[in-house]
């Protein structure tokens, strides 16, 4: 038997006004996965999330997490979920450990543990600089370490590697997989296609309030997958063969037999393709 | 409500409160104040408050001549001028200048006892007074002529004492009506005079009634400017933490989304609320008791001292988180405080200047000075009392416009 998900959405409906943000919504998310939410911009990823930390009533259907309603019993809901938002919130004026240090104070959480979030996102030697005087990657790192100081059972993520640099968003994802380890169920919304390929267990593409896709981003690839070779010739000539007809292949066979291809670049998925010709729209 | 969140987040208040230098400047540049009025006028009265805006606040007595006329004047100054008065031998300061002339500092006047000009002349006695300011020196005046008098009876009555004559001369001067008193007597007597010169029919028509005069202090008149700046002070205190401090840092903390931040933690809105509830009001307070013990001790133990500072940080309460709940930002918050300040102290100046008395009785920035004035200089009466229930309505009703305006548009 299956363990029950974590997060369960049921014709979740959200309305401003007139305009519909998320259209009938059913999903369910599993229990220690890593769930990527994307779509475009007005897609209703950000809507949704605002109902699952409880900022925004649905119109209509139900949500549950970890068996909750996330209406009626919020209370219990509070203190088993962190939330990294995309625009940081941080007491300018304290130091990072000083900001750790009021929250660890709201989850009743012991002083040990400041230091080992300050150390899991390399920002033990700046835990006494003024947040002020961080850097924008550093501040991100430090909701980071807010967000997981009380070991949360799921873990929002809004955009949680924008205007990180490789290293540090390699720690980020590093911590991510920890917490997976540890049981967590992580939901994160991205625009960087490469990152969900490399961590996200499934994916839920929203489209204009609606879900377009729900799968791993593997199933996704083979399902629209796009088997192209780009060929550069020896003459400066570039050459596009489509790897599923036989043509192309026997073209391409000649061509490698002749020793005449400078450059050779195949492009079986592309993540972001798939996306665009998912949403039909820009990718932004 | 969890203990350990409240104190978190008061924990948090205090440390938000203490890395604001603006407000920590103020609360310094107000304590200043009131430590600069508490050193500057330790007697209340009408000199103190002379001294503060206009008249006189300092009188020098320059004589050229000691004697015991001289020392009896020294020996009885009363209390309430005792700081305010100095006295000067002058001969040693303009010997060897001829022209020498006397200067005397603005806001101070002067009494100088000169010597007779020639032998047997009178001795002179010369008021100078600042300006067109006659009454400003009228005080300092009362004192040195009762004084005169009083010390001239007392001669007199030592030499008829010593001569073996029993009968004393008339008693000193007291109160401070006898002036007016003795010329009305000395009137009454002249008319008496006249009286037995006339025909009876004329005389009975020549008629001066006796007075008896006697002079009262206004009791809720009887404040100093000393006690009016220090109940603004008190007053300031109390709306710079609770109408500006909390709704500008609330406003903030939602600007910025750490309020967010808060209210997704396990803190509850209530507990948020809750902290902000303990720690403003007892910061209120806590600075207000500072600044009126600093510029008048005694209030420290005064119950009703204490019973108004709370009713009027309770109501400031109410009047900060109306404020914190329609601003949307941290600048709207501070503009509309400020506005709401403006309005509210020309609207009751207003009021008072066209007698209109309905509208002031709405505002608690009316009743505070005046329950205030009476907790400092110790003149409570049950009128006070009652006063004070009403403005705990008027705090009552101004924190249920703030649970209004929070349940419709919560903190935005």
Request: proline share 5%; hydrophobic share 45%; net charge neutral.
């Amino acid at each position: 038997m299956l363990p029950p998900p974590a997060i369960c959405i049921q014709g979740l409906t959200v309305e401003y006004g007139k305009f519909i943000a998320v259209d009938q919504l059913d999903l369910e998310i599993r229990r220690g996965e890593l769930f990527g939410l994307l779509g475009p911009n007005g897609a209703g990823k950000s809507t949704t999330l605002k109902v699952l930390i409880g900022q925004r009533r649905p119109t209509n259907g139900s949500v549950k997490i970890l068996g909750h309603d996330v209406v009626r019993e919020w209370s219990l809901i509070k203190p088993k979920f962190g939330y990294v938002p995309d625009k940081e919130n941080h007491f300018d004026e304290f130091t990072g450990r000083r900001n750790l240090q009021i929250f660890a104070g709201l989850y009743d959480v012991p002083r040990t543990r400041i230091h080992e979030c300050l150390k899991m996102v390399e920002l033990d030697e700046a835990a006494d600089l003024q947040v002020k005087r961080y850097s924008l990657g550093m501040r991100k790192k430090l909701l980071l370490a807010r967000a997981i100081l009380h070991r949360p059972e799921i873990l929002y993520l809004d955009e949680p590697t924008a205007n990180l640099d490789v290293y540090s968003a390699s720690i980020v994802h590093r911590i991510l997989r920890n917490m997976l380890a540890d049981g967590s169920t992580i939901i994160l919304t991205t625009h960087n296609m490469k990152e969900v390929q490399e961590i996200c267990h499934r994916v839920a593409i929203l489209c204009k309030g609606c879900l377009i896709a729900l799968d791993t981003p593997l199933a996704l690839r083979q399902q629209h997958h796009h088997r192209t070779a780009d060929l550069i010739c020896g003459d400066g000539s570039k050459l596009q063969l489509n790897l599923d007809r036989e043509t192309d292949r026997n073209r391409l066979v000649e061509l490698l037999h002749a020793g005449s291809v400078a450059s050779m670049h195949t492009r079986e998925f592309d993540f972001h393709d798939a996306f665009l010709k998912l949403t039909g729209q820009a990718f932004d | 409500m969890r203990w350990h969140i409240i104190r978190t987040l008061i924990h948090k208040e205090c440390l938000r409160h203490l890395s604001n230098r603006g407000g920590l400047a103020l609360s310094l540049l107000l304590i200043g104040m009131a430590l600069i009025l508490a050193a500057f006028g330790r007697s209340d009265g009408a000199t103190s408050s002379l001294g503060l805006f206009r008249g006189v606040h300092h009188c020098y007595v320059d004589y050229w001549e000691d004697g015991p006329w001289i020392e009896y004047l020294k020996n009885n100054v009363p209390e309430n001028l005792r700081t305010s008065v100095h006295f000067r031998h002058m001969t040693a300061a303009i010997v060897g200048k001829p022209s020498a002339t006397i200067n005397y500092p603005t806001g101070s006047c002067a009494i100088q006892l000169r010597p007779a000009e020639k032998p047997s002349g009178p001795l002179e006695v010369l008021f100078w007074y600042p300006g067109e300011d006659r009454i400003a020196i009228g005080n300092f005046e009362n004192w040195f002529w009762k004084t005169t008098r009083a010390h001239h009876c007392a001669e007199l009555n030592r030499i008829l004492a010593a001569s073996g004559t029993r009968q004393p001369f008339p008693a000193s001067p007291t109160g401070d009506s006898w002036q007016w008193q003795e010329s009305h007597g000395r009137f009454v007597a002249d008319v008496q005079s006249l009286k037995s010169t006339l025909p009876p029919e004329t005389a009975d028509k020549l008629c001066v009634p006796e007075l008896s005069v006697e002079c009262r202090p206004l009791h809720a008149n009887s404040s100093g400017a000393r006690t009016t700046i220090s109940a603004a002070l008190v007053l300031f205190a109390l709306f710079f933490v609770c109408v500006y401090l909390l709704p500008s840092l609330a406003c903030e903390e939602r600007e910025n989304g750490v309020l967010l931040a808060q209210a997704l933690s396990p803190a509850t809105s209530f507990e948020i609320i809750a902290a902000r509830l303990i720690f403003y009001p007892t910061i209120a307070v806590a600075f207000a008791a500072i600044l009126g013990v600093l510029v008048r001790p005694q209030v420290l133990t005064q119950p009703f001292f204490w019973l108004t500072l709370i009713v009027l940080a309770f109501a400031s309460l109410g009047i900060g988180m109306t404020i914190a709940c329609i601003a949307r930002t941290q600048r709207s918050a501070s503009m509309t405080a400020l506005c709401y300040m403006l309005v509210v102290s020309l609207g009751v100046l207003h009021c008072q200047q066209n007698q209109i008395s309905a509208i002031p009785q709405l505002m608690v920035e009316f009743h505070g000075p005046r329950m205030l004035n009476a907790a400092m200089t110790n003149s409570v009466t049950v009128a006070d009392y009652l006063e004070l229930l009403y403005t705990a309505g008027l705090a009552i009703a101004w924190n249920a416009v703030a649970t209004v305006c929070f349940r419709r548009f919560g903190w935005q």
